[in-house]
Each structure stands twice: as C-alpha cells, then as structure tokens.
C-alpha cells in the first residue's frame, strides 16, 4: 500500500460514516475500536488507523507520506481536534482526505518521472 491508497481507503470508511469524539462507533453510536467488526463510522484519525492496521503491506513511509500530505492541507497539528471541532463537517473530511490523495500521488509521479 502507498500514501495515496491509504488516503483513498481512509475516505472510503469515513464516506460510510463519520464520527467525532473518538476514533470509531458501532451503530448505536458507542465508541468502539478502529477495526472491531462493530464499528460503523471513523473520525479522520480512527480511518486512517484502520486503513493502516487493515493491510499489513503497509509500510512507516507510506503512513508518513499521508500524513504528511495532511499536514499541508490542515493548520491543526492533532488530527483529532481537527476532526473534532464543532464546525466540522463529513463533506470537509472527505475532502481533505481527496485532496491529500492527489498530493501523494503527484509527489509519486514527481519522483517516478525524476528518477527517469
């Protein structure tokens, strides 16, 4: 798995529901584990956990290379408060994921087509 599939795969949990608070909740909106089989919604943090944890491919530099793709998009140092402020809505999560995908893909194709 690369930074951007980690990225791609952190939205798709968060599209099928999103939570604030903590880093996961099952159905009745108790907190749960990122990877119980009960969980039923991701904070931004907890979907990029389960992602990780998900496959074990998953390599430090391809958690640093998302994290730092997300770091240039959120002014916020702790992804949970960011997450987690009032204001925050699933639709700006999404994006922010989106957007920190296209990042380390173009950082991927920047050192592809440098390295030919």
Known sequence: MNGSKLLHDAGALVERGWCQGTEA???NGEA???VAADAT?????GAL??????DPSTELQDVGDAVAALAELILDPSLANWNDSESRTK?????????AELLVLEQLVYHEFSEN
């Open 91 to 99: 639709l700006e999560v999404l994006s922010v994921l989106k957007n």
């Open 32 to 34: 749960t584990d990122v």
């Open 49 to 54: 956990q389960a992602t990780t944890v998900a």
């Open 41 to 45: 919604s991701w904070s931004l943090l």
């Open 25 to 27: 909740r099952d159905a």
